[in-house]
């Protein structure tokens, strides 16, 4: 069963755009110890939501996790996964949203602002699909 994630980026340093045209690249750059931790709890096969940090603030593709969660080449210390592009989502899915649906309350992207993987449990997984038109598979 695969695991479902949001990863956050800033789109000025790496945006949906960047992946979509790259259709693969190895995540890293995230330093805070529990995103790394959740970054190599990761395996291939797990999906991911990718998020615009700065003015959108608002979830904006698919993709699909390659790897199983590694040492970063640059820093052992860390750890990173390989993704691919799966889609840019339908309808953008707003912080402002995610936020005003109580079902998401618990969620660390609306509890834990500054963190950059946060996974998401299965039925929110689907509930964010939804909001943002793609359909349940």
């Known amino acids: 069963m695969p695991a479902y ?9 790496y945006a949906l755009a960047d992946l979509q ?9 995230v330093a805070n110890p ?9 395996r291939a096969g797990d999906r991911a ?3 615009h940090t700065g003015d959108e603030k608002a979830i904006v593709g698919l993709a699909r996790i390659t ?3 590694y040492p970063d080449p640059k820093n052992a210390q860390l750890a990173v996964v390989d993704l691919e592009f799966e889609s840019a989502v339908p309808a ?8 005003s649906d109580p079902a ?3 969620l660390a992207l609306v509890r834990q602002g500054r ?5 998401v449990p299965e039925p929110l997984w689907g509930r964010l699909l939804g909001m943002a038109g793609i359909p349940a598979r």
Do not use: C, Q
């Open 5 to 13: 994630w949001i990863l956050k980026t800033d789109p000025d340093t």
């Open 21 to 29: 045209r790259e259709r693969k690249t190895r995540w890293d750059g």
């Open 34 to 42: 529990v995103a790394v931790r959740h970054l190599r709890s990761m």
């Open 49 to 51: 939501l990718i998020y």
């Open 67 to 69: 790897s199983d969660g």
């Open 92 to 99: 953008p899915v707003t912080l402002a949203a995610i936020k």
């Open 104 to 106: 998401f309350k618990g």
């Open 115 to 119: 963190l950059s993987v946060v996974p």
